[in-house]
């Protein structure tokens, strides 16, 4: 099976979960993840924290219940839940099963799930009962519907509906003997590290396209982050970036997993809650999409007790036109090229982004002997090219599903246009037609397309936005109809939101 195979370039030996049982084994009993305090106010429950030894206990819960449905090792499992501890218990779950996470974008409706798990062959679907006021639970069953490969849907939450597995159960203090007999060892051939771990969904021209990574590709893009914010070993993480992408699997958990240190979790945003999280932490750091930074940092939301600000741009062409950073702490800017990889510079001292370093990253700000990770170039068409442990790259000559091909010399082609400048590389454009509202890509022409096979009369256009990058506008006669059948279809909340008054769409 494809999905099974390892790979030549094995990188790092660990894999996600012997990092986090490295962590627990030091310190069983330390805090290793905390809910948002308001969790209620956009998901059941009332906010969690595990220790390490909590969460590890989960964590075997949860891989016991996907094993004794009879889910085989390879088995791909998607998840959609928002960014709450539940997530991290799932996403190492699934790994601990001897399984392959699919992490969905939250924004993801009936359409965009059946045409993305279509695709990878997904056996099992883990949501929850609701994220805001979207039923998440009731659309992956629907979902499974269409879905011949789903066999289970999965939940947290209550009022699930019939059909969906509860698994609040994990949570459960003890761990019975049930689950210790369904985690036998599942054996791979090969090293561990090696064997695709995740499956995530990026965009291309011909639509939604999975990317597979292994354990050692992850553990590599996370190194990219935490080398170069330099966060202390044990430091607190709070982050507002939910591990739906490889981007946020890279600045959200990996870094955690790394410091061995607690995971502090923020789903969409509250300033309040925010503010108290921040103030509640010493140290650290503070992961924000870029765009946040500097209204978070004039609100005063950031406490100053040294905490290293990470901030994400999934539209890299954007740091160009930064402000200088007025904040107290140090600011890494991680420019994320979709699903391809990523790239981390600390700002110097005029306080706005560096540019992105042609060839090997800058080791100004690295510990003496750190790993080189990614490397980028400027092919002769003018874009920007990656290649490292991080980015999941096949020969020439050779073709893989789920990876990208790469030159003669390594190089991955990611789309995204660059020139030259006197300390290296800057990102003018995104790909031909892809557009980023919010962090979310889509192609133009697609959206054209789908509106237009509900109502030939309307039109979208995608407008610049100060706190989206851009966002769609639409005009339709009978906008009314158009919007009920945009639901019908579970059409992506970004694309409808074109239609309705203005309104801030459900965080992402």
Sequence with gaps: MILGETSPKAGTAATLDDLFRRAGVRHPDALALADPPNRESFTDGRPRTLSFAQ??????????????????TDSIVAIQLPNTVESIIALLGVLRAGMIAAPMPLLWRHRDIVGGLGQIGAKAIVTCSRIGK?????????????LFSIRQVCGFGVDLPDGVVPFDDV??????????NALAAHTRPGPAAAHVAV?????????ITPVARNHSELVAGGLEVFLEADTAADAPHLSTIPVASFAGIAVTALPWLLSGGSLHLHHGFDANTFAAQCSSLDGG???????????????GLLASK?????A???????????????????LVDVASFGEFGLVAARRGANRLP?????????????????PTVIETSRGTSGTLGLRGRMVPSVAPGRTHPLCFPANGAGYVDTGWICRLDAGGLVVAAPPPGLTLIGGYPFHLNQVDEFVAEIDPDATIVALPDADLSQRFAGTAVGWTRLLAKMDELGANPLISAGFRPRATPEAA
């Design 354 to 370: 560096a540019a992105i370093s042609l060839g090997a990253a800058d080791p100004s700000h690295r510990a003496a002997g750190a």
């Design 306 to 310: 040294g905490q290293n600000v990470v």
């Design 55 to 72: 969460a590890d206990r989960a964590i075997s819960m949860f891989a016991a219940k996907l094993r004794n449905f009879g889910l085989q």
């Design 199 to 207: 499956i995530t969904f990026g965009l291309d021209a011909r639509g």
């Design 312 to 330: 994400l741009w999934r539209g890299p062409e954007r740091m160009s036109a930064a402000k200088p950073w007025e904040g107290r702490s140090a």
């Design 134 to 146: 979207a039923a998440h639970a009731e659309m992956a069953r629907q979902a499974a519907v269409d």
């Design 171 to 180: 949570f459960a203090s003890e761990i019975g003997g049930g689950a210790a």
């Design 285 to 299: 750091a503070v992961i924000l999409p870029a765009a946040a930074t500097d209204p978070v940092t004039e609100a």
